[in-house]
């Protein structure tokens, strides 16, 4: 049997042989895409069924780091706003958390650092077609949400980041049974240093199950929603609402 990781690098390899024009009118197809909407939530639905909703993504050995963890999405965001966190090294960033909580929180990024810290090593699939392993260290998510106090009517959590681009503001989404996973994590820390620039620092989401541009950079605010309807175009993500990419990104 072929995973589902396997495939997409298949399907990445493959990509340099079609033609572009000829991808974009399949992909505007509203017969095409509806199929492709509905096989992205039997693929959900069937992951969820079949495997232990805690269980781990592989996690590697200090000598499997690879040499270079490349940078995906933006590079560093744009504008005075970031540029001047970053000269008084995020010593003024918060993170919000609010929404559908009972205690909203503001956080320092040296008070997330003192929280109970989870480290692993594991491997980012980029849907461009290449993967590296790297240290990641930070706090684990299920510890900001229980100090925040979800309600009840909380579904899904929105990340909303730094970065801006053309369309609007990046964000993106995971559903509850994603953000109380162990290995799902705001990491500050990756290889043992401060997180790069080009990495997300001060903090970027670490969702272990999903392909990396779930993986949210630069986060800023989180939000808990009952629905993704009323944010950005409605489908839980930047790259989702403009590029149609799958909300649901599981490995």
Not at 59 to 67: G, I, K, M, R, V
Not at 128 to 155: F, N, V, Y
Not at 195 to 224: C, F, M, S, T
């Amino acid at each position: 049997m072929i995973s589902r990781r396997k495939l997409i690098g298949s399907l990445a390899a493959g990509a340099g042989g079609l033609i572009l024009s000829g991808c974009n009118r399949i992909n505007a197809d509203p017969r095409v895409r509806s199929m492709l909407q509905s096989a992205e939530g039997l693929t959900m639905r069937a992951q969820r069924l079949i495997t232990d909703r805690t269980a781990l993504a592989r996690e590697f050995d200090a000598a499997d780091l690879s040499p270079l963890f490349r940078s995906n999405g933006t590079r560093k965001p744009a504008g005075t706003a970031y540029e001047t966190h970053l000269r008084a090294g995020f010593a003024d960033w918060r993170l919000v958390v609010d929404g559908l909580v009972a205690r909203p929180l503001s956080l320092s990024l040296g008070q997330i650092r003192s929280l109970p810290r989870r480290t692993q090593i594991t491997r980012h699939d980029c849907v461009e077609g290449w993967s590296a392993i790297g240290q990641w260290t930070g706090a684990p998510l299920k510890l900001l949400l229980d100090m925040a106090g979800l309600r009840s009517s909380a579904r899904y959590l929105i990340f909303h980041c730094a970065d801006r681009y053309a369309q609007g503001d990046y964000y993106e989404s995971i559903d509850l049974i994603d953000a109380f996973h162990p290995q799902t994590i705001l990491a500050w820390g990756l290889n043992g240093q401060p997180l790069p620039v080009g990495n997300g620092a001060p903090l970027r989401l670490r969702v272990e199950r999903q392909l990396g541009y779930k993986h949210a950079k630069y986060v800023q605010r989180i939000e808990a929603v009952e629905s993704l309807s009323a944010h950005g175009r409605g489908k839980g993500g930047y790259w989702e609402d403009y590029y149609d990419y799958a909300w649901y990104a599981g490995i």
